[in-house]
C-alpha cells in the first residue's frame, strides 16, 4: 500500500485529503471568501436592513456596519467553522467603508486565523415603515391612556398596562380595523396609534372601549382642505381603569363626540 503523501509539499507526516495536507490547502486558497464590494442597504431614519425583499432589524445602527451586517458576507469552505472574528473599519469615506476581519477558524482539526478584507457600500433607502411615518398619511389618532393625564403610575408600568389591555383586546377587532393601524408611538402618557381610516379608528375605539370598560371621547381637529371642503383628523382618546373587569359584551353608547367630529363622520 502506497504511503500518504501531500502532493504539493510531499510530507508524509501529515493526513490528506485529495492528496493535499491541510497546510498546503490553505496556503493555496481561500478558507474564508468575501465578495470584493458588498452592499448594505440600510434605513438612515431606523437602521432596519434591507434583507432580499424585506427589512429587518430596526433599531440597528443607521451609521455603523455591526459584525452582523459584516458576517453575513463570510463564505466560509464547508470544513471550516468560524471561531470568532475581529473587524477594523476604515472609513474615510462614509458609504465606503474599509473593512478587515481577522478570521479565528478551524479547519481539519487545527486552529488557524485568516485575514479578509472587503469595500462595503452602505446604500440608504427609507424603509417601508419610515416612508409611511414621513408621509404622515393618517386620519385618526387613538390614545391609549390612563384614567387622567397626571401620571400616577409610572410611565412604563402604565404603558405595560394599557399595551397588555389592548392586546387581549385586539384580536376580536375585525381584520379591516387592524389593517388601518399604521404605526404607534410611546408617550410618557400612554401610545398614541395611528390610522389610515377614520371608520375603522372609531370602530376600534368603540370595541377597546366596551372590552376595557375604558371612557372614549372624539374629538376632531381640521387638518386641511380638499376639493373645497375642510378635512378633519379625529381623535379617539381611550381612558383604561387600572383593574381590568371581566370582559363584557355589554357596552352603553359612545360618548364625548363633539359637533366637529359628527362633522368629520359625514365626510
Ligand atoms: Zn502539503
Ligand atoms: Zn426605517
Request: proline residues 6%; contains cysteine.
Amino acid at each position: 500500500m502506497p504511503e500518504e503523501f501531500c502532493v504539493v509539499c510531499g510530507r508524509t507526516d501529515v493526513s490528506t485529503e485529495a492528496g493535499v495536507c491541510a497546510d498546503c490547502y490553505a496556503g493555496r486558497q481561500a478558507l474564508v471568501k468575501v465578495p470584493e464590494r458588498p452592499k448594505v442597504v440600510l434605513c438612515p431614519t431606523c437602521g432596519a436592513r434591507m434583507l432580499g425583499a424585506h427589512w429587518e432589524g430596526r433599531g440597528r445602527s443607521p451609521t455603523l456596519l455591526g459584525a452582523e451586517d459584516l458576517y453575513a458576507f463570510l463564505n466560509p469552505d464547508p470544513e471550516v467553522a468560524i471561531r470568532t472574528v475581529e473587524w477594523t473599519e476604515d472609513s474615510r469615506h462614509p458609504l465606503l467603508r474599509e473593512v478587515e476581519g481577522t478570521v479565528h477558524l478551524r479547519f481539519r482539526g487545527t486552529e488557524r486565523t485568516q485575514r479578509v478584507a472587503m469595500t462595503v457600500k452602505i446604500e440608504h433607502r427609507t424603509c417601508e415603515d419610515c416612508s409611511r411615518r414621513s408621509g404622515h398619511y393618517f386620519t385618526a389618532t387613538i390614545q391609549l391612556r390612563g384614567m387622567e393625564d397626571r401620571l400616577r403610575e409610572k410611565s412604563p408600568q402604565l404603558r405595560e398596562r394599557l399595551m397588555r389591555a389592548w392586546e387581549s383586546a385586539l384580536p376580536e377587532a375585525r381584520p379591516e380595523w387592524q389593517r388601518a393601524l399604521s404605526w404607534f408611538e410611546e408617550r410618557p402618557e400612554g401610545y398614541d396609534f395611528y390610522l389610515t381610516d377614520t371608520l375603522s379608528a372609531r370602530s376600534l375605539a368603540r370595541l377597546m372601549k366596551s372590552r376595557l370598560s375604558a371612557r372614549l371621547k372624539e374629538s376632531a381637529t381640521l387638518w386641511g382642505r380638499k376639493n373645497g371642503q375642510d378635512v378633519y383628523r379625529v381623535t379617539l382618546c381611550l381612558r383604561v381603569p387600572p383593574a381590568l373587569p371581566m370582559p363584557s359584551a355589554a357596552s352603553g353608547p359612545s360618548t364625548g363626540r363633539s359637533r366637529r367630529a359628527s362633522r368629520t363622520a359625514a365626510l
